[in-house]
């Protein structure tokens, strides 16, 4: 899907936090071309800043995505490793995996699952599975034989990705969708508003090591000291569980996310009614959602800014294979473009009194 090109190189890429470099060179070089200036924290988030003269909009996505990191090559040649990232254990059996090895170099694996030929006729109960359990099988008939392969402690593995387009051709599937499609988003606005004349200072980009504590956008919007924040991430929604479900916010097509609450940032009521009334007004699909999970604009707020996360409807994310919506990510871009286009000192003026 020619549209989509751009997050499906993203989202092929690999980087768990604190190994976002292959991201982060792309990013970058995507950025010079429609920017003003490039501007990075000391822990590596980068941006790209579009100059104007009125209040300073912060647009950031996160480069990481949930992974793993190799902590021990078992004398029989299998792999131990340690969770990147919120990841429940029993998605990853009997999935293939990568170890990237080098930047031209991945060696891919499975992580075993136990026949249940094995375990039949067992009595034991089955024991709470921890991710720091699984074995991963890379082929390596001993240690020796692993570390000859060049795996090595430290290094990361993600999971080997099996992108595609659904049949109704609306809908995609792939890993890292949380969150390479708001570092994606990041780069398109910039694109879309390169050589335009709008009423602000707009600085998109990407952030590092959302996945283990927001401690890229900590950084980030400590540098930048923005008026406005807007988290662009995946959220999961619960459109397959039952209607009474108390989890079932949101669905796939039906727009942005408008996300009112999550534990560590309760909407600005200010932004909330500024955001409603615009989608009203220019007729941009969005729907509410309630998360239990956070997001980059929590760290923002500590800061000082007006935070709030713009999100895309994403189902099974954390997994191998989560699922968005290609009409919610239209979505998501003409909210961003329409707020950069109508956020004036004004504006930012009645949102505070309105908050």
């Known amino acids: 899907m020619e549209r989509m090109k751009l997050y499906e190189q993203l989202v092929n890429m690999a980087g768990i936090a604190g190994h976002e470099s292959e991201i982060k060179k792309f990013v970058r070089a995507e950025l010079q071309k429609v920017s003003d200036e490039i501007i990075q924290d000391k822990l590596g988030s980068v941006f790209g800043v579009s100059k104007g003269n009125g209040p300073v909009i912060m647009i950031a996505g996160h ?42 170099k991945r060696i891919k694996g499975i992580i075993g699952a136990v026949p249940p030929h094995i375990n039949r006729g067992s009595e034991d109960s089955k024991p709470e599975l921890k991710f720091e359990d699984l074995l991963l099988d890379i082929g390596a008939d001993s240690k020796e034989a692993a570390i000859q392969m060049g795996v090595k402690v430290g290094q990361q593995v993600v999971s080997l990705n099996q992108y595609y387009v659904m049949e109704d051709q609306n809908k995609i599937v792939s890993k890292a969708w949380d ?49 406005l924040f807007l988290a662009i991430d995946v959220s999961p929604v619960g459109d397959f569980l039952p209607k009474d479900h108390p989890r079932a916010y949101g669905k796939l097509g ?34 509410h959602f309630l998360s239990m999970g956070g997001t980059d604009a929590a760290a923002a707020q500590y800061n000082h800014a007006i935070a709030t996360t713009i ?6 994310i954390h997994t191998n294979a989560a699922v968005i919506d290609v009409r919610d990510v239209e979505e998501v871009k003409k909210m961003l473009l329409a707020i950069i286009e109508t956020f004036d000192a004004d504006k930012l003026a009645e949102v505070k009194a309105n908050g």
Not at 209 to 225: C, D, F, H, I, Y
Not at 269 to 283: F, M, S, W
Not at 311 to 316: E, I, M, S, T
């Open 63 to 104: 480069m990481d995505e949930v992974g793993a990191m190799v902590t021990k090559i078992t004398d029989e040649g299998f792999i131990k490793m340690l969770a990147i990232g919120g990841i429940n254990p029993e998605v990853y059996l009997s999935q293939n995996m990568e170890i990237i090895i080098s930047p031209t």
């Open 179 to 227: 969150n390479r499609f708001g570092v994606g988003m990041a780069i398109e606005v910039l694109r879309a508003i390169h050589h335009t004349n709008h009423p602000n200072t707009v600085i998109a980009g990407a952030t590092v090591q959302e996945e283990v504590g927001l401690r890229g956008a900590t950084t980030a919007s400590n540098m930048v000291q923005p008026d």
């Open 254 to 287: 039906g727009g942005f996310l408008v996300r009112f609450y999550d534990p560590r940032c309760i909407m600005h009521l200010g932004v909330k009614k500024y955001i409603e009334d615009l989608a009203n007004e220019r007729q941009i699909k969005y729907q």
């Open 311 to 316: 999100g895309l409807p994403g189902r099974y």
